[in-house]
């Protein structure tokens, strides 16, 4: 009988990991293929979590965690009617329950779409929490099942850019693919460019100095290609951050890198703002969008409108001006539409990931396959500021990978253990010997 551990969760898990970068690149609400990817998560999630494990999941991400999910539920909960009075516009009180009452309401306007998203939410949550229980080594080993779904869609953007006339392709998945196997370019170019730091990763850290820089320069041509001029920017702003930021070894160097990473965020913000709201569309852009959200979370701060229901609330507060035969479906910054979604809540959610983000740079930057990670969550997190690239399952479920990576324990314990061994040459080879130290 063998005392070999099981090696069945990671081929589980990075198939789920895989599918999702093949079919969950759509952004519309109700596509099957989201539904399929939630599904074989949760189940993935299941059959990882009836196993022992070793690895413990922090306290702090789970709490957060259970509070997300608590909101989600509490939005589809039928509460008394008196507590939204003066909490939010009459046009956007929730239908009462039951039908004909008016006793109770429930805090989304659309209890539908709301469902929607707290199975949205389980399932990248409970994929999220299965790679924590993995071993440091199977984390590390769903990285070639990452790798073959940016290959996919690289192959599938390449193919389409090869052609003069019309790249759209209907009829292969719910949804029209319009740029690699996403519907969306710019949400392909996040794609490409949370995949540099990895690539780079594998170039300098595991002896693939070649494949790495042809992987580097095919997602830098795709990334032109594409015609995202912003993803262009921020292609190249993550390459140099992450040649820099991967071989930094002391404190000093790891300060001066965040202080150039702050810098270049900024940039490529302002960047990215004047590409798409002067260049593209003055009068009808991102910052028109922005405003008539805020004036939506500052009447509905309290409870938010639920979530999945921006389009609706939306609505009632754009200016007459801005109402054409194409509409504003998503705000085109997450966290703006996350507050008015979610309310107060949602916002102090936020707040909290951001601490627990930042209180974990000070320990990846010891370990340079979460060095990869955070640059890839934190440009993640920078383009939705001006995007909504979380809405895809394809990019949800990857920045699920990402953050769990940051934030496993076993990277440290393996660091801790390392440091208790010493390299020594044996036959023409190296091995680690534990040190000897004398009392």
């Not at 302002?270 to 991102?286: Q, S, Y």
């Not at 405003?291 to 609505?315: P, S």
Request: charged content about 15%; aromatic content about 12%.
């Amino acid at each position: 009988m063998s005392d070999r551990p099981s090696e069945w969760d990671k081929y589980l898990l990075g198939s789920v990991l895989f599918l999702s970068l093949l079919i969950g690149g759509g952004t519309a609400s109700g596509l099957y293929t989201d539904t399929l990817i939630e599904v074989a998560a949760i189940i993935s999630a299941a059959a990882v979590f009836s196993q022992t494990s070793g690895q413990r999941i922090p306290r702090s991400v789970l709490w957060l965690l259970i509070f997300a999910v608590a909101l989600v539920i509490l939005q589809i909960v039928p509460l008394p009617a008196a507590i939204f009075n003066g909490l939010r516009p009459e046009l956007l009180l929730a239908d009462p329950w039951p039908v004909g009452e008016t006793r109770f309401r429930f805090v989304s306007v659309g209890v539908g779409r709301t469902i929607e998203c707290l199975l949205y939410l389980v399932g990248s949550a409970a994929f999220f929490l299965s790679v924590l229980r993995l071993r440091t080594e199977q984390v590390h080993a769903l990285l070639p099942f990452f790798f073959m779904g940016v290959v996919c869609n690289g192959l599938a953007g390449a193919i389409q850019y090869s052609l003069s006339d019309d790249i759209a392709i209907e009829g292969l998945l719910p949804f029209t693919i319009n740029a690699g196997l996403f519907a969306n370019q710019n949400h392909f170019a996040a794609l490409l460019f949370v995949s540099i730091p990895f690539v780079v990763y594998y170039g300098l850290f595991r002896g693939y100095l070649l494949s790495g820089s042809l992987g580097l320069v095919t997602l830098l041509l795709l990334l032109l290609a594409a015609g995202s001029r912003a993803g262009v920017l921020i292609g190249l702003a993550i390459t140099v951050l992450s040649i820099v930021f991967l071989s930094a070894r002391s404190r000093a160097s790891g300060l001066s890198i965040l202080a150039i990473f702050i810098g270049l965020s900024v940039y490529t913000i302002g960047a990215w703002t004047k590409i798409d709201a002067e260049a593209v569309d003055p009068d009808f852009g991102r910052g028109e969008f922005a405003r008539t959200t805020i004036d939506g979370i500052k009447e509905n701060l309290a409870t938010g409108v639920g979530f999945g229901n921006f389009q609706r609330a939306y609505q009632i507060y754009e200016k007459e001006e801005m109402i054409f035969a194409q509409y504003v479906n998503h705000a085109h910054n997450d966290y703006l539409e996350l507050a008015l979604e979610g309310g107060v809540i949602a916002v102090l959610l936020m707040v909290f990931y951001f601490l627990l983000l930042f209180t974990a740079l000070a320990r990846v930057r010891r370990d340079p396959l979460q060095k990869a990670a955070f640059l890839s969550v934190s440009f993640l997190l920078i383009h939705s500021l001006v995007d909504y690239p979380l809405r895809t399952e394809a990019l949800a479920m990857t920045f699920a990978y990402m953050n769990a990576i940051i934030f496993h324990k076993g990277f440290a314990a393996r660091l801790a253990k390392k440091n208790e061994l010493i390299e020594v040459d044996h036959n023409g080879g190296k091995l680690f010997v534990p040190i000897e130290i004398s009392s």
